[in-house]
């Protein structure tokens, strides 16, 4: 079903890549700073999973959490997939949502997805708790030791609270909001479930993002405009690219959720109220 | 009055040659031009010869719409109307920054209705971005920064509490800074409050 939407550009794009022309992708690299390709590239699972890396970075990012390591010589998406016992729509589809954020998913959802959703989703928060997150904390150590300026020490207070945020955030998706979609999941495919779980409607926990994005913003802010100059520039710079990177890519996790784990809870939901009247 | 000028800013022929029948069928009073070359817009921008800038925001997407609040920025500064022109799902926060939508199936009549509509409408101001912060806000910044409540604030400055919400409102558009504890480190910065001030309220 991916293959019959396919544009055209993407065609088009899809044929340089297999004979070797790679006009359009020099123009693809050009302009990588905007990093979403809103309709103009449709990845299949034809294509050779190291030649999207190549047209967008940050499908990296998508691969990682899915547990491919890198290192898979010229083996296309659905042998990579195959390979990794992954559904191929469902990689095609994520991949997809990174690369163009305009990517419409609707007709392309299937409850089936909802557990490898969720191992992914989690995935995901393993890397901004244990790697990201460390890493942004770590350079801002850097900073404070270059700089001769004791306010810097400020901002590793600051940062420290917007980890806790991050941290409870992701703690209670991780203990409250997958559990009781999984069970929710298991009971209609008529698994015993613990009754405790199914209390919760995923109206619950929508509206619970804008936070975790405020203090970010706030320490953006802070570095680029209000934060005297220091003579350490280096690392400054390096907590910014860092920040916006984190920004992005925490703008896509909460995409996934919102775009596609969301209505698929909500169809879940539904179905089990029918049942539950039946 | 002169003509409208409209500039689409759409890489599509189709959607350009579109917009343009559409509006010299409905109407003489516009003027229709098309670009996507971003020097040449933002020039098109500043010389006040766009009354409506009708663009495709996939085009200006990025990761949190900063190109589209720069558009909207622009609008307000230029005194243009900013209208979005969709053609699949888009983010409705950043299409909430555009005065108007125009989606790729609106029917002719709608989407002329639309655009009259607008140039109807009187010019919104709003507080700008960047503008220099008042000594009574900095008052505010500083409180704030020790932790006080805005009743507390509103106490202590012998305003009412309305006056502190809508100076904080204006102290988040000027600064770019809406927690308190980035309040707080702007505070510190700035010699408004001590470390140890700041070390009590974290």
Redesign the interface.
């Known amino acids: 079903m991916v293959q019959n939407s396919e544009s055209r550009s993407g065609f088009r794009l899809k044929q340089q890549l297999h004979t070797g022309k790679m006009d359009k992708f020099h123009y693809f690299v050009k302009k990588r700073d905007n990093m979403s390709h809103p309709g103009e590239f449709l990845i299949t699972g034809d294509l050779r999973m190291a030649d999207i890396i190549h047209i967008n970075q940050r499908l990296l990012l998508v691969i990682e959490r899915f547990g491919i390591s890198l290192g898979f010589g010229d083996k296309s998406i659905a042998e990579v997939c195959a390979r990794h016992q992954l559904n191929t729509s469902f990689v095609l589809l994520v991949l997809n949502v990174f690369n163009d954020h305009t990517y419409s998913v609707n007709e392309l959802l299937s409850k089936e997805y909802i557990p490898v959703l969720i191992d992914y989703l989690k995935n995901g928060h393993r890397y901004f708790l244990m790697d990201k997150l460390p890493y942004i904390n770590e350079l801002i150590n850097r900073f404070i030791e270059r700089t001769e300026n004791p306010d810097s020490r400020l901002l590793h207070a600051f940062f420290k609270e917007y980890m806790n945020e991050v941290i409870e955030h992701m703690n209670l998706e991780e203990r409250t909001v997958f559990p009781y979609i999984l069970a929710l999941f298991g009971k209609l495919n008529g698994q015993e479930v613990n009754e405790e779980l199914l209390r919760y409607q995923i109206d619950d926990f929508i509206d619970n993002h804008s936070n975790i994005e405020e203090k970010l913003d706030d320490l953006k802010q802070l570095l680029i405009k209000h934060f005297p100059p220091t003579k350490d520039r280096f690392y400054r710079n390096q907590i910014l690219f860092e920040l916006f990177d984190l920004e992005y890519d925490l703008n896509d996790h909460n995409g996934l959720e919102e775009r596609i784990l969301t209505p698929l809870v909500r169809t879940l939901e539904k179905e089990a109220a029918e049942n539950g009247q039946n | 009055m002169g003509k409208t000028k409209v500039l689409v800013v759409d890489h599509s022929e189709i959607i350009r040659q579109g917009i343009h029948s559409i509006l010299k069928v409905q109407s003489f009073n516009y003027e229709v031009s098309f670009s996507d070359n971003t020097r040449e817009i933002s020039e098109l921008m500043r010389s006040g010869n766009v009354d409506v800038l009708l663009v495709n925001p996939?085009?200006y997407?990025?990761?949190?719409g900063e190109r589209i609040k720069l558009l909207r920025q622009e609008a307000i500064n230029f005194g243009f109307k900013l209208v979005a022109l969709v053609?699949?799902?888009?983010?409705e926060q950043l299409l909430s920054l555009f005065d108007e939508v125009i989606a790729i199936n609106d029917e002719e009549e709608k989407i002329f209705n639309k655009l009259e509509k607008l140039i109807e409408a009187g010019n919104t101001t709003t507080e700008e971005e960047g503008a220099a912060i008042s000594q009574r806000e900095l008052d505010v910044v500083r409180l704030v920064a020790l932790g006080k409540s805005n009743r507390e604030i509103a106490e202590e400055l012998f305003i009412s509490i309305h006056t502190v919400i809508s100076h904080r409102k204006n102290i988040t558009s000027k600064?770019?800074?809406?927690?308190v504890?980035?309040l707080?480190?702007?505070a510190?910065?700035?010699k408004l409050i001590s470390?140890d001030d700041?070390n009590k309220t974290?």
């Open positions: 996939s085009a997407f990025d990761s949190k053609y699949a799902y888009f983010d600064l770019g800074i809406k927690s504890s980035g707080t480190i702007y510190v910065i700035n470390a700041f974290m």
